[in-house]
């Protein structure tokens, strides 16, 4: 899926960067101190040579944001699609059961990693880091700051990637067992880990590529590695899977991993291969930075606590009867489809925090952080409500086909109706948790707010798995994750963004209100009419219908830009349609 092309001949793609003109008047000869500047890690600032101002280095503009969010939104959807047809074609050819279970036990790798060195744990290390390079790039430092950075940091990473899939390799058999000890097929589940293993290098240099590009205010390319990722999979799966089996997405995995490094490479070089140097910094040449281990270990250690989830609920279904981790796995991976899409904002703003406080802008950085809780809880409310009401009907469309059967749809989209009462949760745990991080210094609290929802997990899914079973298990991490929410959101006056907590839980029950009411009206409409697919289309449209209105009428503040991003998209589709 290509970005939708625009109808104002100057504006330029996301992929590039606008450009804009200084303030008027004279620069100060030195900068205030920053997060950036009085960092361990950095070097002071030096009075700003002149030069011409990079597009990187100017503030970002509204027009410029929203159109970067719509084509990471739009490849991203293309990929949520994807990963549905991956999905859809594993449940087509190896059903729900032993062999699925087995390979989803591996699976776990590609999720861990996805998580460690994509989405959050490497980026909110590297993301403020690079922005600060280039605050101390524009500020006039001697060298190319970001250039040092990655001399600094990018062979030490390549070597522990490397080291870490080697070992995993290795102790596969070990792995296997501590992770799911009741598991039909231990054999199997250890050839699909060994090679899902490969991941943790190509993992690691796609999110250390990603995070380079994001910094520049590079999007596109980022925005398209799930892309390329889903495509491997596929693509191996009816390639090889009469004659390997479920080891063929395995497989698939470590060719998906490779792609995702492909697929930004040149981008990468590009933007490495600019370099702006002034009369002041001919000659000169900046020492490799090291990359902050204090704030590396607590962004990991973070990303490592959520990510437990998915090791706690495999443990516990794995003692449950064959195909358990499979139901959970399926109703997972449609729920999260609201969550992820309502986080694509905070992926285009995430640089533009960081690069705000490492200006000393905090006024900047907490507006930006209040309107990102306010539209991302709008969405994916809208999402779970439609999760909610239309479960059985979209379950069944999208995997009741081959050996997955009617009994299978039932029992997914039971869970999925559980696991979406966490939705919300996890979209305030991804917001909140970028702010915690994006000053490019350690935080400690938001490890120990992971903990204790890992904590409440655990408990919850024990006391529950009895009477309950893989739905017990789908609460408990709804509860954990709702409970580390809270967490993040109670500390955030006195450890990150000073945020108005009470303006932002205001904001918040307006459109949870609107929540409520959409999914029991659109429930009762999805049920009426007989064919799943005309009792999906009718609940969806019931509860776009009532959440939009009632939202409207409440005054919730997420729904003026979400309406003007709806229009924006209108008048792409109709230019693209009608030039």
């Known amino acids: 899926m290509s970005p939708l092309p625009d109808p104002t001949p100057t504006q330029p793609p996301a992929d590039t960067p606008v450009p804009i003109p200084p303030p008027p008047g004279p620069a100060p000869a030195q900068p205030p101190l920053t997060h950036a500047s009085t960092s361990p890690h950095l070097t002071p600032p030096t009075p700003a040579a002149p030069s011409l101002p990079a597009p990187e280095n100017a503030a970002p503009t509204g027009r410029f944001l929203a159109h970067a969010t719509l084509v990471t939104a739009s490849l991203s959807i293309a990929a949520a699609l994807l990963g549905l047809v991956r999905d859809q074609s594993l449940a087509r050819l190896f059903g729900a059961g032993r062999d699925t279970d087995a390979f989803l036990v591996a699976w776990t790798v590609p999720e861990f990693a996805a998580t460690l ?325 350690p935080a400690w609290y938001p490890v120990a707010a992971m903990t204790a929802g890992i904590v409440a997990t655990s408990w919850t899914g024990a006391w529950t798995l009895g009477s309950w079973g893989v739905t017990g298990i789908a609460a408990a991490n709804a509860t954990g994750i709702t409970l580390t929410a809270v967490l993040l959101l109670a500390g955030m006056r006195l450890r990150s963004v000073p945020i108005r907590t009470g303006s932002v839980l205001r904001e918040l029950s307006r459109p949870l209100r609107a929540a409520v009411v959409a999914t029991v009206a659109g429930g009762f409409v999805a049920g009426l009419p007989s064919a799943p697919l005309a009792g999906l289309a009718a609940g969806a449209a019931t509860v776009t219908v009532v959440f939009v209105l009632l939202g409207w009428a409440l005054g919730a503040q997420g729904f003026a830009p979400a309406l003007r991003s709806v229009r924006s998209l209108t008048r792409k589709l109709a230019h693209a349609v009608l030039r």
């Not at 086909?401 to 299978?408: C, E, L, P, S």
């Open 117 to 441: 060195l994509i989405e959050d744990g490497l980026a909110f290390a590297l993301i403020p880091a690079f922005s600060g390079a280039l605050a101390r790039r524009a500020r006039g430092e001697p060298g190319d700051p970001v250039r040092s950075l990655v001399a600094g940091t990018l062979p030490r990473l390549t070597l522990a990637f490397t080291a870490v899939g080697a070992l995993l390799a290795v102790a596969a058999p070990q792995f296997v067992a501590a992770l799911a000890p009741g598991l039909p097929d231990p054999a199997l589940a250890v050839d699909c880990t060994r090679l899902t293993a490969t991941c943790v290098l190509s993992f690691g240099l796609a999110g250390y590529s990603s995070a380079v590009l994001r910094a520049h205010r590079r999007f596109l390319a980022p925005a398209a590695i799930y892309l390329a990722y889903n495509v491997g999979i596929i693509a191996a799966m009816y390639a090889l899977g009469g004659r390997w089996g479920v080891r063929s997405a395995a497989l698939g995995v470590a060719a998906g991993g490779c792609l995702m490094v492909l697929v930004q490479l040149p981008s990468v070089v590009r933007q490495l291969r600019r370099r702006r140097i002034s009369g002041t910094q001919a000659g000169a040449a900046a020492a490799a930075q090291p990359l902050n281990v204090p704030l590396l270990a607590t962004v990991l250690l973070f990303a490592l606590c959520r990510q437990s989830q998915v090791l706690i609920e495999r443990f516990l279904a794995s003692e449950l009867p064959a195909g358990a981790i499979s139901h959970l796995n399926y109703a997972q991976k449609v729920a999260q489809i609201p969550m992820t899409l309502s986080m694509m904002l905070c992926t285009v703003t995430f640089p533009v925090v960081a690069r705000a406080l490492a200006d000393g802008d905090t006024e900047r950085a907490r507006t930006r952080v209040e309107q990102d809780l306010a539209l991302a809880g709008c969405l994916v409310l809208l999402g779970t409500a439609a999760v909610v009401a239309c479960a059985p009907q979209l379950i069944g469309l999208l995997f009741q086909r081959g050996a997955f059967t009617a009994q299978d749809t039932a029992a997914t989209a039971g869970v999925m109706r559980v696991y979406a009462l966490g939705l919300l949760g996890q979209t305030l745990t991804g917001v909140l948790v970028r702010s915690y991080f994006s000053a490019g210094r």
